[in-house]
């Protein structure tokens, strides 16, 4: 199992380090809120360890920036020991509290607990929309009966998967921008336009018109499903 453990105090990084290394995880260190993000993205964790007071970002807006696009497992561990800091956290999206200092038994069982809650890895499904089916796993995608094959850029193909990962959601211009370029072009949202135009040529019934993968103005983009 693999815990990004984000804390901007070197000696309980190095802590939790070694002692989640003692038990069998893996663990990736981060010493601020963007790495936290940054390395969210490229690691994909199984659980990510969050303490709230980092610089760059704090741990709500760390919080708020993972769960624009992902469910992973948050557990927070802050010296904050006041209610209205655990019910931020909590409202934000995370999924536990821990408060400094804590015992290992505690912080393991924490982590247990959140394991059992967290669902098995899915079969990667085919999805469909319009006469469009896309295969997750194989990294295909067809279009009209019988399928021909579509050729997606790999950039155009991670904006694609972002968004059907989430059908239904808003996905905001930062988060998607983080999840595909990383947090370092959080402003770029011209590359956002240059893509969605790309595949809404490739995918939609009407370019000009997208039924699927929608714009919602100033805010992001969405994927309807049918």
Avoid: C
Avoid at 20 to 48: C, F, I, M, N, Q
Avoid at 82 to 100: I, P, Q, R
Avoid at 127 to 145: E, H, M, P
């Amino acid at each position: 199992m693999k815990i990004l453990v984000a804390d901007d105090d070197p000696q309980i990084l190095r802590a939790l380090r070694i002692t989640l290394g003692a038990y069998g995880y893996e663990v990736v260190p981060a010493t601020d809120g963007a790495a936290a993000v940054r390395l969210t993205v490229s690691t994909h964790p199984d659980l990510v360890l969050l303490d709230l007071g980092m610089p760059k970002l704090d741990g709500l807006e760390v919080i708020a920036a993972l769960r624009g696009w992902s469910t992973v497992p948050i557990l927070v561990i802050s010296g904050r020991i006041g209610a209205a800091d655990k019910v931020a956290a909590l409202d934000a999206g995370a999924d536990d509290y821990v408060t400094k200092p804590f015992s290992t038994e505690e912080l393991l069982a924490r982590i247990r607990a959140l394991s059992r809650r967290t669902p098995g890895a899915p079969e990667v499904p085919v999805i469909r929309f319009g006469d469009v089916s896309v295969d997750l796993a194989a990294k295909q995608v067809t279009r009209g009966v019988p399928g021909k094959p579509v050729r997606l850029t790999p950039t155009e193909w991670r904006v694609l998967e972002v968004l059907l990962n989430n059908p239904g959601k808003l996905v905001t211009q930062q988060n998607l921008l983080a999840e595909v370029w990383g947090p370092h072009l959080l402003k770029e949202t011209g590359y956002l336009r240059l893509y969605l135009g790309q595949l809404r040529k490739k995918l939609e019934p009407v370019a000009a018109h997208p039924r699927y993968l929608v714009t919602e103005a100033g805010m992001g983009y969405r994927f309807v499903p049918d």
